[in-house]
């Protein structure tokens, strides 16, 4: 039985690594699989391109290491014969590439969303075939990870680095893990705020960027739990902060240069970066100075995980929506005792549940958010109520802890041990797959559908003292009825059937950009940092004449996006997503 | 994304307007549109990617550049303003 599966392209590997460099990293790979034997793991490397290993596995091997098609697959193929609790993906993009998920805000416009694709890895931990549509991956059901190498590099010492890394970790006591380096631009302290204290109960240290940064002293650069809300940069390794006052003072939060010195972060971190692009895996002889992202950078100082974005991500200023959402639910699940697999898989899901009917915005954030790191290892460990039935009788998570070297022992915990990991497989399965089936169908058209929507948005619009542009568009949405999916006696039957006929579906989402009215210059923002709201269609007055009156204080508001909800016909709440 | 960049010599008015528009990035960011009206996110290899005060600068002047094209981004590492 196989618990844990390393895919990866060996072709691909050796084009980059040559001779004694693929050779130190085959070592490093079989020290991993002898490491996870110990920690009662039976670990087996898959050479997603070699055609005798994956004929053995009824799999269809790549033959173009760039296809997301093939290693899409390929990768679903090696699931089917493995069923692994643990599926770690081993290289960066030039080994097997990020899937091309199609970015449903995606728009010629040069002012909007010009990115053609939400790159990442969520298919890969989805039983849905090969697909560009986000919305084919709505019910994330298996535990994957990447442990990136550097993009286009060759020298092995940074995966060997990696490997190493992911052979020794060590679980630390919950309390190890509940202090943390927050990092907000000062733009968004309010919702990151939130975020924060969602996660640890209390924002108090949370550290605003200006003014601090990015010369973090050691007292909270060595924290064990990084949340970071700042922006970023294609292909540039920092992060950076923002005035809540000046628009234009963006001075960098988060150095990656910084962090790559010895001792600034302490083997075990854990990162989740709302950041755009902090996710990216770029070649790092594309930025300055040779500098590797933010993501590699942690992970080679031995950084456990790291949750990033591959490309531009969304947000509110205040409140929680979008990646505050995914980041968040990340972290909590790292901090209550799951691995970093299956910390990233609830996250998924609790994110799909929570934002369910994925709206365009949602959707993206869905698919362009990652897990960096062996899913396999858990940061902290927790005291469990299972007893292992051994010659002495333990607590699992003691007795898991402590490596036995007796043979009973460690047969006795690998059983309990396996036994409880197949229980919570199962449920992430079934709720994966019933979240797929929940996720209605939708269609873009490229215009505003329904001349009502369009009427209620322009009012809404005008309303919040902004211009509407020309950009606009239109995701229909089928809602179907839950009943088929629910309990078949007859009582359930019932019940489903009264509450699909009160439900009322959502049957639109619409999507305007506005900026607001008589601010066409360069943005300076001089006012207080502005707000972002879920409004109730009516009602709406005084939250609009404070959003008004915050958009005459603050120029910098220029363009927002407005995301309208239609239920049966009507609008009925509007989400506005400023920049952050 | 794709794994590798390519090396580009462009020539191109410099412009700045909004990109990225509602998200977390969103900022007046600075152009190089070229003769056929493509337009290209530019940036200084070693600038802040959000408010570089050396490329704006460079708005409303003609320059020829050189340097690499990412999937979203032109980032140069040399250019010359082009006269007359």
């Not at chain 1, 490997?163 to 733009?187: D, F, M, N, R, V």
């Not at chain 1, 009012?459 to 995701?475: A, C, V, Y």
Request: with cysteine; hydrophobic share 35%; charged share 25%.
């Amino acid at each position: 039985m196989t618990d844990k599966v390393i895919v990866t392209n060996l072709t691909a590997l050796k084009e980059k690594y040559k001779g004694n460099a693929f050779k130190a990293i085959q070592t490093a790979v079989n020290e991993l699989i002898a490491a996870d034997k110990v920690r009662r793991l039976t670990t087996i490397l898959v050479p997603l391109d070699d055609p005798k290993v994956m004929k053995k596995l009824k799999a269809t091997p790549v033959k173009n290491p760039s296809s997301c098609r093939q290693n899409k697959k390929a990768i679903d193929g090696i699931y089917q014969a493995l069923v692994p609790d643990y599926m770690m993906i081993l290289g960066a993009i030039d080994v097997i590439p990020h899937q091309d998920m199609k970015n449903p805000l995606f728009s010629d416009d040069p002012e909007g969303d010009n990115e053609k694709f939400a790159w990442g890895d969520l298919p890969y931990a989805c039983d849905a075939p090969y697909s560009q549509e986000i919305l084919d991956f709505s019910g994330p059901s298996r535990v994957v990870g990447r442990l990136p190498d550097l993009t286009g590099q060759t020298d092995p010492d940074y995966l060997v680095g990696l490997l190493k890394t992911a052979s020794t970790w060590k679980s630390s006591p919950k309390s190890e893990y509940q202090s943390y380096l927050g990092i907000s631009a000062e733009k968004w302290k309010e919702s990151t705020a939130e975020s924060i204290t969602n996660i640890f109960s209390s924002s108090d240290d949370l550290q605003t960027s200006p003014k601090e940064g990015y010369k973090w002293k050691s007292d909270f650069i060595n924290r064990r739990m990084h949340f970071i809300n700042c922006h970023g940069g294609d292909t540039y390794p920092d992060f950076l902060g923002q005035s809540s006052t000046d628009d234009e003072d963006m001075p960098v939060s988060h150095q990656a240069a910084f962090l790559g010195k010895k001792g600034r972060v302490v083997e075990g971190t854990v990162v989740a970066a709302e950041c755009c692009f902090g996710g990216q895996l770029y070649d790092p002889t594309a930025a300055d100075k040779g500098q590797m992202g933010m993501c590699n950078t942690y992970l080679g100082m031995k950084a456990y995980g790291f949750l990033g974005s591959t490309t531009t991500a969304y947000g509110p200023f205040s409140g929680n929506d979008q990646a505050d959402l995914i980041c968040q639910f990340f972290l909590r699940r790292v901090l209550d005792g799951a691995s970093l697999g299956r910390a990233a898989l609830e996250a998924r899901q609790r994110f799909v549940e929570r934002t369910s009917p994925l709206s365009p915005m949602n959707q993206k954030t869905l698919a362009q958010f990652n897990l960096y790191g062996d899913p396999s290892v858990v940061p902290v460990s927790t005291a469990t109520s299972t007893l292992v039935v051994a010659p002495k009788v333990k607590s699992l998570g003691l007795a898991a802890k402590s490596l036995s070297k007796s043979k009973a022992e460690a047969k006795a915990v690998e059983i309990a041990g396996a036994a409880e990991r197949a229980d919570r497989r199962e449920t992430l399965r079934a709720k994966g797959d019933l979240l797929s089936r929940l996720q209605p169908d939708m269609n873009k058209t490229e215009t505003i559908t329904s001349a009502q929507a369009k009427s209620s948005l322009k009012k809404i619009m005008s309303q919040l003292n902004l211009r509407p542009l020309k950009e606009s568009f239109s995701f229909n949405v089928q809602s179907q009825s839950t009943a088929p999916l629910m309990a078949k006696n007859p009582l359930a039957k019932g019940i489903s059937k009264a509450i699909a006929a009160k439900k009322q579906s959502t049957t639109a989402f619409h999507v305007m950009f506005g900026r607001p009215a008589g601010t066409e210059t360069k943005a300076i923002a001089k006012g207080p940092g502005s707000k972002s709201m879920t409004l109730a269609a009516t009602g709406t007055k005084s939250a609009a004449k404070s959003a008004a009156k915050a958009a005459k204080q603050s120029p910098i508001r220029k363009f927002v996006v407005l995301e309208a909800k239609e239920v049966d016909g009507k609008i009925v709440s509007v989400k506005e997503a400023h920049s952050k | 994304m794709p794994a590798s960049y390519s090396a580009k010599e462009l020539t191109g008015r410099v412009i700045t307007h909004l990109a990225a528009k509602g998200s977390k990035s969103e900022r007046q960011a600075v152009f190089l549109e070229t003769a056929d009206k493509s337009s290209y996110l530019l940036r200084r290899r070693g600038g802040n990617p959000f408010f570089d005060p050396i490329l704006q600068k460079l708005v409303g002047k003609t320059i020829h550049c050189k340097g690499i094209l990412t999937e979203h981004t032109y980032i140069i590492s040399d250019w010359s303003e082009v006269k007359g």
